[in-house]
């Protein structure tokens, strides 16, 4: 009969861990090699478990390890780019984040479009939302003028 190796905190305590994580929904895992696990919550933490020689490491990390890269490279696409700005103005102008109905409206596109970008850019970490939640959406990186720049403005006819 094998013995597990104990789980040891590397930067959280095990109560602190359990505090953060509570109630939170697992998105996916994914094991980006034979050392480490990661379990990813939809709102963007992600647990990192790592596998030593004598003990398992676990530690509660930020969104940009769900993408599996750094932040310099989780560049969102134009469309992603368009979103998330629709979503930041309107958070700023009205105080709360929009619907997924507000922004099937803004784009004009069907209801299960706007819920795959969602899920989406969830998922790549440019956002977070917390479920059973109207109106949760965060966006999680910062849009640059730059970045903002390059995405032309819609016209109202």
Excluded at 3 to 22: A, G, I
Excluded at 36 to 61: K, P, W, Y
Excluded at 90 to 105: L, M, T, V, W
Aim: with cysteine; glycine share 6%.
């Amino acid at each position: 009969m094998t013995q597990n190796p104990p789980v040891r905190s590397k930067r959280n305590h095990p109560d602190t861990l359990t505090r953060q994580l509570r109630g939170c929904q697992v998105s996916h895992v994914s094991v980006p090699d034979e050392q480490h696990l990661l379990v990813h919550f939809s709102n963007g933490l992600v647990l990192a478990i790592e596998r030593g020689s004598q003990a398992l490491t676990a530690s509660v990390d930020s969104s940009c390890w769900s993408t599996g890269r750094n932040a310099e490279q989780a560049r969102p696409t134009q469309r992603q780019l368009e979103y998330l700005r629709f979503i930041t103005r309107y958070i700023g102008r009205f105080g709360r984040a929009p619907a997924e109905s507000d922004i099937e409206r803004h784009f004009l596109v069907s209801a299960p479009s706007v819920n795959q970008m969602m899920q989406t850019l969830e998922r790549l970490g440019f956002i977070s939302r917390q479920r059973g939640m109207p109106r949760s959406i965060r966006v999680n990186i910062t849009l640059p003028d730059i970045i903002e720049e390059s995405v032309s403005p819609r016209r109202i006819r």
